[in-house]
T-cell receptor
């Protein structure tokens, strides 16, 4: 079945540091890929998405590129802020009949001033 | 204005009780979901309804019963609550193949 593997956290960075959170996936066909963010005490919010190979999703300074050859969708940001502290989830929507969203295990990011 | 709203936000109850969580979306989406998030933040889909029809029913104890009276509502009823049911439950909605919009969650604590 479909699965998503994220780098384990927690990740702690200083403000203005470069961020990479690795995400790889296993799926049949051509899934759509997503990054969601969960701030403390809140639900998940869509951060960015990509629906086909070589697409780059971007939002709020975050970027991720859909790499079919490496089955990856790594999240990057050039300069993190304290307000980016949250849990980040990689997810895929597969090509099965139910087209459900499968989530990775989440990566806790803490940015220190 | 809230797109996906669920109530209550917190639910504290004793083992063996029956409880319900309500969810409503005003986005005009045709698909709604229930997810369970454990203490390690792991998210697992429980159910999905499309136009009031059940389309995903993962391996969930039959003590959990979803009910969708219309496209905008998906409620979750839980019978005979157990300690292991303690978690955060999220409702979400989407168009059939679109991005999910989540509610703010219901923290369930079973004592």
């Amino acid at each position: 079945g479909d699965s998503v593997t994220q780098m384990e956290g927690p990740v702690t960075l200083s403000e203005e540091a470069f961020l990479t959170i690795n995400c790889t996936y296993t799926a049949t066909g051509y899934p759509s890929l997503f990054w969601y963010v969960q701030y403390p005490g809140e639900g998940l919010q869509l951060l960015l998405k990509a629906t086909k190979a070589d697409d780059k999703g971007s939002n709020k300074g975050f970027e991720a590129t859909y790499r079919k050859e490496t089955t990856s969708f790594h999240l990057e940001k050039g300069s993190v802020q304290v307000s980016d502290s949250a849990v980040y989830f990689c997810a895929l929507r597969g090509a099965g009949s139910a087209r459900q969203l499968t989530f990775g295990s989440g990566t806790q990011l803490t940015v220190l001033p | 204005d809230t797109a996906v709203s669920q109530t209550p936000k917190y639910l504290v109850t004793q083992m063996g009780n029956d409880k319900s969580i309500k969810c409503e979306q005003n986005l005009g989406h045709d698909t709604m979901y229930w997810y369970k998030q454990d203490s390690k933040k792991f998210l697992k889909i429980m159910f999905s309804y499309n136009n009031k029809e059940l389309i995903i029913n993962e391996t969930v104890p039959n003590r959990f019963s979803p009910k969708s009276p219309d496209k905008a509502h998906l409620n979750l009823h839980i019978n005979s609550l157990e300690l292991g049911d303690s978690a955060v439950y999220f409702c979400a909605s989407s168009h059939r193949t679109g991005s999910l919009f989540f509610g703010s969650g219901t923290q369930l604590s079973v004592l």
